[in-house]
């Protein structure tokens, strides 16, 4: 290690921006507080110096690999280290479209546990979100559903943040279509419980009216689907928007300039452009491209409008009921008729005892002719047909179809819509 001598630094090396000048306070740079009396050591042929000017400024100078002093690198004050920083992020989504298309809802936290919340960004377009402090943040992505019921394969990014005012290189993602015919039932029942999920910890993107707007548009689209369980996403949009409603959040917000503004604890500190259901109203001067830039951080006037109410109006239909009816069973009617027996006159043969009614003289001549004795008859009469009941039917049986209730129309209420914002619950 070589200690190399401190070069002079006159005033006119000394940039303004980068020079807290108060006299009796110590410097801070990067975070950290120095005293006026520094100690310089150069390393590697680079030199670092803290130079006193005028007994007040503090200059920060770094020399190229030649060794020689270059101008002061411009540093820091105490607080801007945690104000403007930003996550430039470009999701490439091919088939998304501002118009039909759900918003991007990325999830964005931070490496110490001190930043995590949810929000809804536009794809297909440099957006920025605001987190406060400098670092590398963890990006992950719910999917965006299409209008068809497509969606799209996403993962995970660690994004470097960035100053907002300076032009950084956005962190490009690109997310790989997923047709809707290939799309499960338990893709889309997972991607409607990561978005009740996300409003819990959502920003201003995803809570109150426009949180409920994008949970009511991620179910539409994902019903579209014929693969979709209508009924399990129904009931987690049901608890999504119930949440979004209440406006309230369990995001840990990060610490911007604009928090540090207003002393109101409303705004997330992002800044995006969240696409359709995104929140804000800023145009971007596209006129084909619905998505919205919004500052949800916190500003130096404090929004007067006083909150929304909902006036909730009840939505009904009428259901027509058919009459009903009960089958009744009739049994046959009849009646009992009694017939008398059936007797015949017959003549039998006083000699020989022979039934002889068909032909009684014929029968005497014969026995005379042949040497009998027959010569006589008798008469009696002989039953031919016993005496008997008959059933007769009056009446068949049969089946009758009796109303036991009248048709009627009933009105019943399908839901609440909000007069006002549209909202429905």
């Known amino acids: 290690m070589v200690v190399t001598e401190i070069p002079k630094v006159t005033d006119d090396m000394v ?35 803290a130079l ?29 280290e945690e104000q403007d920083m930003v996550l430039t992020l470009e999701v490439k989504a091919d088939g998304w479209d501002a118009d039909t298309s759900t918003p991007v809802i990325a999830h964005i936290e931070d490496e110490d546990g001190e930043v995590d919340f949810y929000t809804a960004i536009a794809a297909n377009k440099q957006v920025t979100v605001r987190v ?19 969606i799209y394969k996403v993962s995970s990014k660690k994004v470097t943040a960035g100053k907002a005012d300076k032009k950084t290189a956005s962190t490009g993602v690109t997310f790989n279509k997923v047709d809707a015919d290939k799309v499960t039932k338990d893709d889309l029942t997972a991607i409607a419980k990561d978005v009740a999920a996300a409003v819990k910890k959502g920003d201003s993107t995803l809570t109150g009216d426009k949180g409920a707007e ?5 179910e539409d689209n994902i019903k579209k689907n014929p693969n979709a369980d209508a009924d399990a996403v129904e009931k987690e949009s049901e608890k999504a928007q119930e949440t979004a409603k209440e ?30 259901g995104g929140s804000g109203s800023k145009s971007d001067g596209n006129s084909g491209n ?4 919004s500052n949800s951080g916190g500003s ?30 009739h049994d046959a009617v009849t009646h009992q008729v009694w017939h008398d027996a059936v007797t015949e006159e017959h003549y039998i043969c006083n000699q020989c005892g ?27 009469y002989v039953t031919v047909k016993q005496g008997y009941y008959e059933t007769v039917t009056d009446q068949a049986a049969y089946d009758e179809q009796v109303q036991v209730r009248d048709a009627w129309d009933e009105t019943v209420t399908t839901g609440y819509k909000c007069s006002s914002c549209g909202a429905t619950k």
């Open 15 to 49: 940039s303004g921006d980068a020079v807290e000048k108060e006299e009796g306070k110590p410097l801070v740079l990067f975070g950290r507080e120095f005293s006026r009396k520094q100690v310089c050591v150069a390393g590697a042929g680079i030199l670092c110096a």
């Open 52 to 80: 006193l000017i005028d007994g007040g400024g503090y200059a920060i100078t770094h020399a190229g690999w030649t060794g020689k002093a270059n101008v002061p690198l411009v540093f820091q004050a105490k607080d801007d």
């Open 132 to 150: 406060g402090k400098s670092g590398t943040y963890t990006v992950t992505f719910i999917s965006p559903v299409n209008a068809d019921g497509s």
């Open 214 to 218: 994008v949970v009511k548009k991620f």
């Open 247 to 276: 406006d309230k959040s369990d995001a840990k917000k990060p610490d911007t300039s604009d928090n540090k503004k207003n002393d109101s604890d409303s705004s997330s500190g992002s800044k995006n452009d969240s696409g359709n």
């Open 290 to 293: 619905s998505g919205s830039s």
């Open 300 to 329: 130096s006037k404090k929004d007067e409008t006083p909150a929304h109410q909902h006036n909730w109006v009840a939505q009904t239909k009428t259901v027509h009921h058919d009459a009903q009816y009960k089958t009744v069973h």
């Open 354 to 380: 022979a039934d002889i009614t068909s032909d009684p003289w014929g029968h005497i001549n014969n026995s005379l002719m042949n040497g009998g004795n027959c010569g006589s008859y008798h008469s009696t």
